[in-house]
């Protein structure tokens, strides 16, 4: 499996302003001072030595994770960042099947707002399969483009569509080396976890964006390790601190500290941080991905190793 990552905002997409460009700038000028450079061949090296956050920008679009296997082509989620991969797929339609499997964790805004800008919807060769744990989902994304909201409505675009439900008692076959589980979460209005196992090698990729998890949930909480236990990658929402998981009880998002916890409980291999919080710049983000990692260690682990989700990252499985 190739996971690759789109959109990891959560709620709203959050553009890079020009007050945090310039604060970025300022701060590679004071570092590059600091540091003396003085001509081009220095620049590779005083640029591995940056803070990471003035080396990358985080991304500012909103849930969208493809997985690429073998056979098929899943995407997860129909956020903002579902526009640049179907950017790429037409730019590049001979590297790219025509039949895309979509699945939903829920029907938020941030989830599906990209969907109505993904190119293959237009297209007539390209075949959608849509799946989710609500039985509703066509009479969902056909009211998101309802005229008023929208003005090409989605069973009028040129794509070939299907919609599925998804069953969390029945594990899903869409090729046979691939298995997947759904999870119900908590979230308002419903959410749900996708787990991929890829039986070739008995990897495990699980997809649990948009879910409040709290103390009660990972300890002595034999359905949660069942699923999430010893997951290859767990890619959990991790939207808050701790101190504002606190303060917003039932919002239905969980903060990092919380992520790391249950990951370590669960025994999960590597875990990556999404669904970050559309208020925080790239040098907060950064501050909490090395708090979560400080975290770990006074749990006294190795494990999760831990990752700080950014458009375009790519994971192998
Ligand atoms: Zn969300
Ligand atoms: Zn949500």
Known sequence: MNIKLYG???SIPAPTSTKEYKKKITQILENAIEYQLKNKDQFDEFLNQLPQHLTYLTGGNTTCVSIRTEEKFYILDAGTGIRT??????????????????????THWDHIQGLPFFKPLYLPQYTLHFYSGFPDIEERLAYQTDERFFPMPIHKTASKKYYHHVDINRPLKIENSIEIHSFPLKHPGGCFSYKFINLKNNKIFIFATD?????????????????FGYADILMIDSQYTLDESFLKIDWGHTSYTMAVNCANHWKV?????????????????????THAIR???????????????????????
């Open 8 to 10: 990891v905002r959560g």
């Open 295 to 317: 975290h770990r260690k006074h749990l006294d682990s190795e494990r999760p190793k831990i990752f700080l989700a950014k458009e375009g990252m790519e994971f192998q499985l």
């Open 211 to 227: 879910v409040e998890f709290t103390g009660e949930d990972f300890l002595d909480n034999s359905k949660y390790i069942e699923y």
């Open 269 to 289: 291999k590597n875990l990556i941080l999404t669904h970050h919080e559309p208020a925080y710049e790239d040098e907060k983000l950064f501050y909490n991905y």
């Open 85 to 106: 991969l179907g950017d790429e797929i037409f730019r590049n339609q001979n590297q790219y099947p025509k039949e895309f499997h979509i699945f939903f964790t829920h």
